[in-house]
Protein backbone atom coordinates (compact mmCIF):
# COMPACT_ATOMS: atom_id res chain seq x y z
CA UNK A 1 0.00 0.00 0.00
CA UNK A 2 2.73 2.45 -1.03
CA UNK A 3 0.00 4.24 -2.81
CA UNK A 4 -0.69 6.20 0.34
CA UNK A 5 3.00 8.31 -0.30
CA UNK A 6 2.07 8.26 -3.90
CA UNK A 7 -1.11 9.59 -3.79
CA UNK A 8 0.61 12.26 -1.08
CA UNK A 9 2.66 13.45 -3.86
CA UNK A 10 0.28 13.79 -6.15
CA UNK A 11 -1.77 16.23 -3.91
CA UNK A 12 1.23 18.33 -3.33
CA UNK A 13 2.18 18.57 -6.86
CA UNK A 14 -1.83 19.03 -7.75
CA UNK A 15 -2.09 21.70 -5.16
CA UNK A 16 0.77 23.44 -6.54
CA UNK A 17 -0.32 23.75 -10.18
CA UNK A 18 -4.02 24.38 -9.03
CA UNK A 19 -2.80 27.76 -7.78
CA UNK A 20 -3.76 28.56 -11.79
CA UNK A 21 -7.18 28.03 -10.94
CA UNK A 22 -7.73 30.31 -8.82
CA UNK A 23 -9.04 28.55 -5.59
CA UNK A 24 -11.97 26.88 -7.82
CA UNK A 25 -11.96 23.02 -6.82
CA UNK A 26 -10.59 20.71 -8.63
CA UNK A 27 -12.45 18.61 -11.23
CA UNK A 28 -9.77 16.20 -12.33
CA UNK A 29 -6.58 15.26 -12.37
CA UNK A 30 -4.72 13.37 -15.38
CA UNK A 31 -1.65 11.11 -14.15
CA UNK A 32 0.77 9.14 -15.91
CA UNK A 33 1.82 6.19 -13.78
CA UNK A 34 4.84 3.81 -15.00
CA UNK A 35 4.73 0.36 -14.41
CA UNK A 36 7.59 0.16 -12.31
CA UNK A 37 6.50 2.05 -9.52
CA UNK A 38 3.78 -1.01 -9.16
CA UNK A 39 1.09 1.18 -8.42
CA UNK A 40 -2.52 -0.60 -7.85
CA UNK A 41 -4.68 1.69 -9.48
CA UNK A 42 -7.77 0.97 -7.08
CA UNK A 43 -5.36 1.05 -4.03
CA UNK A 44 -4.25 4.81 -5.45
CA UNK A 45 -8.11 6.11 -6.00
CA UNK A 46 -8.58 4.87 -2.42
CA UNK A 47 -5.45 6.60 -1.40
CA UNK A 48 -6.26 9.59 -3.12
CA UNK A 49 -10.01 9.97 -1.88
CA UNK A 50 -8.35 10.01 1.69
CA UNK A 51 -5.47 12.31 1.01
CA UNK A 52 -7.54 14.80 -0.91
CA UNK A 53 -10.37 15.27 1.56
CA UNK A 54 -10.99 19.12 3.13
CA UNK A 55 -8.85 20.17 -0.12
CA UNK A 56 -9.93 21.81 -3.31
CA UNK A 57 -9.18 18.91 -5.03
CA UNK A 58 -11.40 16.68 -2.56
CA UNK A 59 -13.73 14.36 -4.67
CA UNK A 60 -11.35 15.29 -8.21
CA UNK A 61 -11.44 12.48 -10.85
CA UNK A 62 -8.10 10.38 -10.69
CA UNK A 63 -7.61 9.80 -14.39
CA UNK A 64 -4.67 6.98 -14.72
CA UNK A 65 -2.96 6.45 -18.09
CA UNK A 66 0.32 3.94 -17.98
CA UNK A 67 3.46 5.11 -19.46
CA UNK A 68 4.92 3.26 -21.85
CA UNK A 69 8.08 1.29 -21.11
CA UNK A 70 11.65 2.26 -22.26
CA UNK A 71 15.08 1.64 -22.01
CA UNK A 72 18.28 1.92 -22.87
CA UNK A 73 21.17 -0.83 -22.65
CA UNK A 74 24.37 -0.24 -20.82
CA UNK A 75 26.71 -2.73 -22.32
CA UNK A 76 25.00 -1.48 -26.26
CA UNK A 77 23.41 1.43 -25.95
CA UNK A 78 20.33 0.25 -27.97
CA UNK A 79 17.58 2.22 -27.09
CA UNK A 80 14.14 -0.70 -26.89
CA UNK A 81 10.57 -0.66 -24.85
CA UNK A 82 11.34 -3.65 -22.60
CA UNK A 83 8.32 -5.55 -20.65
CA UNK A 84 8.04 -5.26 -16.47
CA UNK A 85 9.47 -8.99 -16.74
CA UNK A 86 11.69 -8.78 -19.55
CA UNK A 87 14.39 -6.40 -19.94
CA UNK A 88 16.41 -8.66 -22.43
CA UNK A 89 18.51 -6.22 -25.04
CA UNK A 90 17.40 -7.57 -28.61
CA UNK A 91 20.97 -5.94 -30.21
CA UNK A 92 23.12 -7.85 -27.20
CA UNK A 93 20.80 -10.61 -25.41
CA UNK A 94 21.71 -8.81 -21.78
CA UNK A 95 19.58 -7.45 -19.38
CA UNK A 96 21.03 -4.98 -18.53
CA UNK A 97 19.62 -0.94 -18.36
CA UNK A 98 19.30 2.04 -17.69
CA UNK A 99 14.92 2.71 -17.40
CA UNK A 100 14.30 6.23 -19.50
CA UNK A 101 10.76 6.35 -19.32
CA UNK A 102 8.20 3.89 -17.15
CA UNK A 103 9.12 3.94 -13.64
CA UNK A 104 8.64 7.52 -12.84
CA UNK A 105 4.89 9.24 -11.81
CA UNK A 106 3.89 12.13 -13.79
CA UNK A 107 1.05 15.14 -13.13
CA UNK A 108 0.05 15.59 -16.91
CA UNK A 109 -3.06 18.46 -16.20
CA UNK A 110 -5.29 19.46 -13.67
CA UNK A 111 -8.73 20.43 -14.97
CA UNK A 112 -10.58 23.48 -12.27
CA UNK A 113 -14.17 24.17 -12.86
CA UNK A 114 -14.70 27.01 -14.37
CA UNK A 115 -16.96 28.22 -17.34
CA UNK A 116 -14.79 29.06 -20.03
CA UNK A 117 -16.50 28.64 -23.49
CA UNK A 118 -13.70 30.08 -25.34
CA UNK A 119 -11.05 27.24 -24.91
CA UNK A 120 -8.46 25.86 -22.13
CA UNK A 121 -6.08 28.39 -20.68
CA UNK A 122 -2.58 26.71 -20.75
CA UNK A 123 -0.09 26.98 -18.21
CA UNK A 124 3.34 24.98 -18.35
CA UNK A 125 4.26 24.87 -15.13
CA UNK A 126 7.38 22.76 -16.41
CA UNK A 127 9.11 21.47 -12.99
CA UNK A 128 12.63 23.07 -12.47
CA UNK A 129 13.59 20.38 -11.44
CA UNK A 130 12.66 18.07 -13.99
CA UNK B 1 -9.87 24.68 -17.23
CA UNK B 2 -7.40 22.71 -17.68
CA UNK B 3 -3.38 23.43 -16.64
CA UNK B 4 -1.01 21.36 -18.07
CA UNK B 5 1.80 20.54 -15.96
CA UNK B 6 4.04 17.87 -16.48
CA UNK B 7 5.38 17.64 -13.38
CA UNK B 8 6.98 14.58 -11.55
CA UNK B 9 4.84 13.82 -8.70
CA UNK B 10 8.04 11.85 -7.20
CA UNK B 11 10.15 14.94 -7.31
CA UNK B 12 9.80 15.50 -3.69
CA UNK B 13 11.02 12.03 -2.35
CA UNK B 14 13.47 11.67 -4.94
CA UNK B 15 14.84 15.55 -3.81
CA UNK B 16 15.32 14.14 -0.58
CA UNK B 17 16.82 10.59 -1.56
CA UNK B 18 19.51 12.75 -3.81
CA UNK B 19 19.93 15.05 0.01
CA UNK B 20 19.90 11.86 1.96
CA UNK B 21 23.00 10.68 -0.63
CA UNK B 22 24.70 14.14 -0.31
CA UNK B 23 25.32 14.15 3.32
CA UNK B 24 26.42 10.21 2.85
CA UNK B 25 29.06 11.18 0.37
CA UNK B 26 30.28 14.46 2.17
CA UNK B 27 31.43 11.80 4.86
CA UNK B 28 32.62 9.26 2.51
CA UNK B 29 30.04 6.81 4.04
CA UNK B 30 29.00 3.54 1.22
CA UNK B 31 25.18 2.73 1.91
CA UNK B 32 23.36 -0.21 1.43
CA UNK B 33 19.72 -0.83 1.42
CA UNK B 34 18.41 -4.12 2.13
CA UNK B 35 15.62 -5.23 0.48
CA UNK B 36 13.52 -8.80 0.66
CA UNK B 37 10.42 -10.65 1.87
CA UNK B 38 10.00 -11.16 5.60
CA UNK B 39 11.81 -13.98 7.09
CA UNK B 40 14.23 -13.83 4.54
CA UNK B 41 17.36 -13.32 6.94
CA UNK B 42 18.57 -9.50 6.50
CA UNK B 43 19.01 -9.18 9.67
CA UNK B 44 20.92 -12.46 10.58
CA UNK B 45 22.84 -11.64 7.63
CA UNK B 46 23.98 -8.41 9.08
CA UNK B 47 24.33 -9.88 12.61
CA UNK B 48 27.12 -12.76 11.51
CA UNK B 49 28.54 -10.52 8.56
CA UNK B 50 29.50 -7.66 10.00
CA UNK B 51 31.57 -8.29 12.77
CA UNK B 52 34.07 -10.51 9.89
CA UNK B 53 34.36 -6.94 8.10
CA UNK B 54 38.43 -5.69 8.56
CA UNK B 55 39.15 -4.78 11.44
CA UNK B 56 38.77 -0.66 11.67
CA UNK B 57 35.98 -0.74 9.19
CA UNK B 58 32.79 0.64 10.98
CA UNK B 59 29.51 0.00 10.47
CA UNK B 60 26.30 1.45 11.24
CA UNK B 61 22.19 -0.15 10.73
CA UNK B 62 19.20 2.24 10.25
CA UNK B 63 16.73 -1.19 11.29
CA UNK B 64 13.00 -0.59 9.71
CA UNK B 65 10.22 -2.46 11.28
CA UNK B 66 6.59 -1.74 11.46
CA UNK B 67 6.53 -2.23 14.92
CA UNK B 68 9.26 -3.64 18.01
CA UNK B 69 12.56 -3.08 18.28
CA UNK B 70 13.93 -7.03 18.29
CA UNK B 71 16.00 -6.69 15.15
CA UNK B 72 17.92 -3.51 16.70
CA UNK B 73 18.45 -5.48 19.66
CA UNK B 74 19.97 -8.42 17.61
CA UNK B 75 22.12 -5.99 15.96
CA UNK B 76 23.41 -4.15 18.91
CA UNK B 77 26.19 -6.73 19.53
CA UNK B 78 27.34 -6.35 15.34
CA UNK B 79 27.15 -2.99 14.30
CA UNK B 80 28.58 -0.28 16.07
CA UNK B 81 25.78 2.12 15.71
CA UNK B 82 22.01 0.98 14.96
CA UNK B 83 18.63 2.97 15.19
CA UNK B 84 15.37 1.88 15.01
CA UNK B 85 13.10 3.27 12.69
CA UNK B 86 9.26 2.09 13.43
CA UNK B 87 7.06 2.73 10.44
CA UNK B 88 3.70 1.74 11.85
CA UNK B 89 1.54 0.37 9.65
CA UNK B 90 4.14 1.91 6.27
CA UNK B 91 5.06 -1.01 4.12
CA UNK B 92 8.18 0.85 2.95
CA UNK B 93 11.27 3.18 4.50
CA UNK B 94 10.30 6.39 3.26
CA UNK B 95 13.72 9.00 2.37
CA UNK B 96 12.13 11.30 5.20
CA UNK B 97 12.61 8.68 7.58
CA UNK B 98 16.21 8.08 6.16
CA UNK B 99 16.68 11.76 6.35
CA UNK B 100 15.62 11.24 10.61
CA UNK B 101 17.73 8.26 11.14
CA UNK B 102 20.49 10.38 9.70
CA UNK B 103 20.27 12.95 12.31
CA UNK B 104 20.00 10.19 15.08
CA UNK B 105 23.73 8.65 13.30
CA UNK B 106 27.47 9.93 14.35
CA UNK B 107 27.71 9.78 10.27
CA UNK B 108 31.42 11.14 10.70
CA UNK B 109 32.02 7.41 12.55
CA UNK B 110 30.62 4.89 9.99
CA UNK B 111 32.42 3.56 6.75
CA UNK B 112 28.97 1.25 5.46
CA UNK B 113 25.86 2.10 6.16
CA UNK B 114 22.85 -0.56 6.11
CA UNK B 115 19.02 0.04 5.72
CA UNK B 116 17.56 -2.75 6.42
CA UNK B 117 14.15 -2.30 4.43
CA UNK B 118 10.52 -3.42 5.49
CA UNK B 119 10.30 -6.88 4.95
CA UNK B 120 8.08 -6.33 1.85
CA UNK B 121 9.24 -7.88 -2.05
CA UNK B 122 6.80 -4.45 -3.69
CA UNK B 123 6.51 -1.51 -2.21
CA UNK B 124 10.47 -0.50 -1.02
CA UNK B 125 11.34 -1.61 -4.39
CA UNK B 126 9.47 1.28 -5.48
CA UNK B 127 11.35 4.10 -3.60
CA UNK B 128 15.20 5.55 -3.71
CA UNK B 129 15.97 6.40 -0.36
CA UNK B 130 19.50 7.96 -1.25
CA UNK B 131 21.33 4.40 -0.65
CA UNK B 132 24.25 3.52 -3.28
CA UNK B 133 23.55 0.16 -3.47
CA UNK B 134 20.45 -2.64 -3.36
CA UNK B 135 21.25 -5.64 -1.90
CA UNK B 136 17.93 -8.19 -2.49
CA UNK B 137 17.43 -11.06 -0.43
CA UNK B 138 15.70 -14.36 -1.97
CA UNK B 139 15.81 -17.58 0.77
CA UNK B 140 15.42 -20.70 -0.77
CA UNK B 141 11.99 -21.39 1.55
CA UNK B 142 10.37 -18.91 -0.54
CA UNK B 143 10.12 -20.40 -3.47
CA UNK B 144 12.46 -20.58 -6.84
CA UNK B 145 9.59 -18.60 -8.82
CA UNK B 146 9.46 -15.60 -7.14
CA UNK B 147 12.11 -13.81 -9.34
CA UNK B 148 9.99 -13.81 -11.79
CA UNK B 149 6.93 -13.28 -9.65
CA UNK B 150 8.79 -9.88 -8.19
CA UNK B 151 10.49 -8.59 -11.39
CA UNK B 152 10.89 -5.43 -10.27
CA UNK B 153 12.49 -5.80 -6.90
CA UNK B 154 15.22 -8.03 -8.70
CA UNK B 155 15.07 -5.46 -11.78
CA UNK B 156 16.57 -2.61 -9.30
CA UNK B 157 19.36 -5.13 -7.34
CA UNK B 158 22.99 -4.40 -7.18
CA UNK B 159 23.21 -7.72 -5.79
CA UNK B 160 21.42 -10.61 -5.41
CA UNK B 161 21.85 -12.84 -2.27
CA UNK B 162 20.04 -16.03 -2.55
CA UNK B 163 20.23 -17.14 0.93
CA UNK B 164 19.07 -20.14 3.62
CA UNK B 165 20.29 -22.58 0.64
CA UNK B 166 21.68 -25.41 2.89
CA UNK B 167 17.65 -25.82 2.71
CA UNK B 168 17.89 -26.74 -1.21
CA UNK B 169 18.04 -29.78 -1.09
CA UNK B 170 15.50 -30.46 1.43
CA UNK B 171 12.85 -28.54 -0.63
CA UNK B 172 13.77 -29.66 -3.95
CA UNK B 173 15.12 -26.02 -5.02
CA UNK B 174 15.49 -25.43 -8.74
CA UNK B 175 18.67 -22.79 -8.54
CA UNK B 176 18.64 -23.24 -12.68
CA UNK B 177 14.76 -21.37 -12.41
CA UNK B 178 15.90 -18.74 -10.66
CA UNK B 179 18.89 -18.07 -12.74
CA UNK B 180 17.15 -18.63 -15.42
CA UNK B 181 14.06 -15.77 -14.50
CA UNK B 182 17.27 -13.33 -13.96
CA UNK B 183 18.93 -14.09 -17.06
CA UNK B 184 15.66 -12.08 -18.14
CA UNK B 185 15.38 -9.65 -15.88
CA UNK B 186 19.30 -8.61 -14.38
CA UNK B 187 22.35 -10.28 -15.45
CA UNK B 188 24.55 -7.23 -14.46
CA UNK B 189 24.00 -8.17 -10.49
CA UNK B 190 26.13 -10.66 -9.21
CA UNK B 191 24.11 -13.23 -7.52
CA UNK B 192 25.83 -15.34 -4.33
CA UNK B 193 24.71 -18.18 -2.37
CA UNK B 194 24.70 -18.11 1.09
CA UNK B 195 24.03 -20.26 4.19
CA UNK B 196 23.82 -18.34 7.37
CA UNK B 197 23.96 -21.60 9.34
CA UNK B 198 27.20 -23.31 7.82
CA UNK B 199 28.37 -19.86 6.64
CA UNK B 200 28.91 -20.54 2.79
CA UNK B 201 28.85 -17.80 0.88
CA UNK B 202 29.49 -15.18 3.30
CA UNK B 203 33.13 -14.67 1.87
CA UNK B 204 31.69 -13.99 -1.03
CA UNK B 205 29.47 -11.38 0.53
CA UNK B 206 32.59 -10.08 2.47
CA UNK B 207 34.44 -9.21 -0.93
CA UNK B 208 31.32 -7.59 -2.65
CA UNK B 209 30.87 -5.17 0.26
CA UNK B 210 34.61 -4.56 0.09
CA UNK B 211 34.38 -3.73 -3.59
CA UNK B 212 31.67 -1.15 -3.24
CA UNK B 213 33.62 1.40 -1.19
CA UNK B 214 34.76 4.21 -3.92
CA UNK B 215 38.80 3.92 -4.90
CA UNK B 216 38.72 -0.19 -4.79
Redesign the interface.
Known amino acids: ??EM??AD??L??VL???G??GGRRVERVE?AVGE???VVPEALEMAWQVVSEGTIAAGAELAVVETPMEARC?RCGRQFAPR?????CPGCG???VDILAGD?????????D?E?PSG????????S?? | MKINVIKSVLDASDALASVNRGRMDAVGLTCINILSAPGSGKTTLLEKSLPMLPAGVRTAVLVGDLQTTRDAERLEHSAAQVVQINTGNGCHLSPSQIERGLDALDLTAIDYLFIENIGNMVCPAAFDLGEHRRAVLLSVPEGDDKVAKYPTLFQKADVILLTKIDLAELLEYNFDRVYDDLSRINTAAPVLRLSMRTGEGLDAWLDWLIAQRPGK
Do not use: F, P, T
Open positions: MHSIGVRADAAGCLMRLRIDNYLLADDIILKSVVCVQESKINANADA
